[in-house]
């Protein structure tokens, strides 16, 4: 089981269509549920892919937890003399558990994110619902907090 959905997690980034641009790849941290590393790859300048390697440690469904998003990013909803895109999208969740079986699941993704402005580095909050398909059906929630550092490519 845990082959078959990692190549249907790595199908879905191969098969993303990618630009001839330049575009930043973010590494960071992302802290809460769950808490680990970040990565962010801009495809286009409203449209990037996400990843999450990171460990949850809350209740009785601790675990390893890696999860991809593709996500759309509104630039001009928040007025501000910072930009602050708010962003929403789709992914899936893959999640190891110490206690009970594994579980994959389907995730909403929404979130705000600030850029600072003299330093290649964003600072983001995000909300994601998940819907767990197997083993068994039920719904999560991941709330985070995190930072990444941005690579010219």
């Given at each position: 089981?845990?082959?078959?959905?990692?190549?249907?997690l790595l199908?879905?980034?191969?098969?993303?269509?990618?630009?001839?641009?330049?575009?930043?790849l973010?590494?960071?941290?992302?802290?809460g549920?769950?808490?680990?590393?970040?990565?962010?790859?801009?495809?286009?300048?409203?449209?990037?892919?996400?990843f999450a390697?990171?460990?949850?440690?809350?209740?009785?469904?601790?675990?390893?937890?890696?999860?991809?998003?593709?996500?759309?990013?509104?630039?001009d909803?928040?007025k501000?003399?910072?930009?602050i895109?708010?962003y929403?999208?789709f992914?899936?969740?893959?999640r190891?558990?110490?206690?009970h079986s594994?579980?994959?699941?389907?995730?909403?993704?929404?979130g705000l994110?600030?850029?600072?402005?003299?330093?290649?580095?964003d600072v983001f909050?995000?909300?994601?619902?998940?819907?767990n398909?197997?083993?068994?059906?039920?719904l999560?929630?991941?709330?985070?907090i995190?930072?990444?550092?941005?690579?010219?490519?």
């Amino acid at each position: 089981m845990r082959v078959i959905i990692s190549i249907f997690l790595l199908s879905l980034f191969f098969n993303l269509p990618v630009e001839a641009q330049k575009s930043d790849l973010g590494i960071g941290v992302i802290f809460g549920e769950p808490t680990g590393i970040s990565a962010k790859y801009w495809i286009t300048e409203s449209n990037a892919v996400d990843f999450a390697l990171a460990y949850s440690f809350v209740g009785v469904r601790t675990g390893l937890s890696l999860h991809a998003d593709y996500l759309y990013h509104i630039n001009d909803l928040i007025k501000s003399e910072y930009n602050i895109p708010f962003y929403y999208g789709f992914g899936v969740r893959l999640r190891t558990n110490n206690h009970h079986s594994d579980s994959f699941g389907v995730r909403g993704v929404a979130g705000l994110l600030l850029f600072l402005k003299d330093y290649p580095i964003d600072v983001f909050i995000e909300a994601a619902p998940i819907f767990n398909l197997f083993p068994e059906t039920y719904l999560n929630l991941d709330l985070a907090i995190g930072a990444r550092y941005y690579f010219q490519l």
